[in-house]
């Protein structure tokens, strides 16, 4: 049972360049979600999406984009890297949207240079 | 604005002592309350939840107590072993009328053998 699986886990990419997180949850939970976690900021909401076909933006969703491509998975993209945007970014499911705790994955760790 | 603040940042004790970390939410409608455990390099990690209906629970070596009137809840660990050094991070979720949840800043526990 995996769980909830990131890719990559690390990545390095040049301002200006493209990238999308990809996120897969094998728990048949209806909600996922995109934090990123920086130093001093604690953990905070980029998109969510409370059941297939469904998104919603969250605290901090500028600069980014998010397909849920089907019940299990959940990608964000971003379409024009910039350095603020260098931090950790986690994906987390529930069985419904904020009624449970999160299962997050294991994490990207992004560096835009 | 809503949200969580998360006491003491940094947490030292000797193996065998208790900790306790204390948040305070200011929304009133928060009606759900995890806590997790994030080990190095890893994502956070669900370890015991409280709902606004329930004044305390406990699992083993861990409990949870919850003040609705003064708006704050704590995590207590008795007997610590170096295995609970971490972050650890509290969150206030509010899933009526509309999905919010904020997280707390963290704190970092050292338990010393």
């Known amino acids: 049972n995996a769980g909830v699986t990131q890719t ?16 897969a949850q094998d728990m048949n939970h209806n909600s996922m979600y995109w934090y990123r976690q920086d130093p001093g900021m604690g953990l905070r909401l980029i998109y969510y999406s409370a059941s297939e076909g469904t ?8 600069g980014y984009n998010v397909s849920r491509l089907n019940k299990r998975e959940f990608s964000l993209r971003l379409e024009s ?26 994490g990207t760790r992004l560096t835009v240079v | ?15 065998g002592d208790s900790a306790v970390i204390k948040c305070t939410y200011s929304d009133s409608a ?5 806590w997790y455990k994030q080990e190095l390099g890893k994502g956070p990690q669900l370890i015991i939840d409280i709902r606004s209906n329930v004044g305390e629970k406990k699992d083993q070596r ?21 295995e609970d050094s971490a972050v650890y991070f509290c969150a206030a979720i509010v899933n009526t009328g509309g999905f919010k949840t904020i997280f707390g800043a963290g704190t970092r526990l050292f338990v010393k053998a």
């Open chain 1, 81 to 106: 890297a910039a350095p603020s945007q260098t931090s950790v970014y986690f994906c987390a499911s529930t069985i419904s949207l904020g009624a449970d705790g999160y299962t997050f994955g294991s």
């Open chain 1, 8 to 23: 990559p886990k690390f990545q390095v990419l040049k301002t200006g360049q493209s990238m999308t997180l990809q996120c």
């Open chain 2, 62 to 82: 861990i409990a949870v107590t919850l003040n609705k009137t003064a708006k704050h809840f704590s995590l207590h660990i008795t007997e610590t072993q170096p």
């Open chain 1, 55 to 62: 998104t919603d933006k969250g605290e901090v969703p500028n």
């Open chain 2, 1 to 15: 604005g809503e949200n969580v603040e998360q006491h003491p940042s940094t947490l030292s004790v000797q193996e």
């Open chain 2, 30 to 34: 928060s009606n759900y309350f995890p």
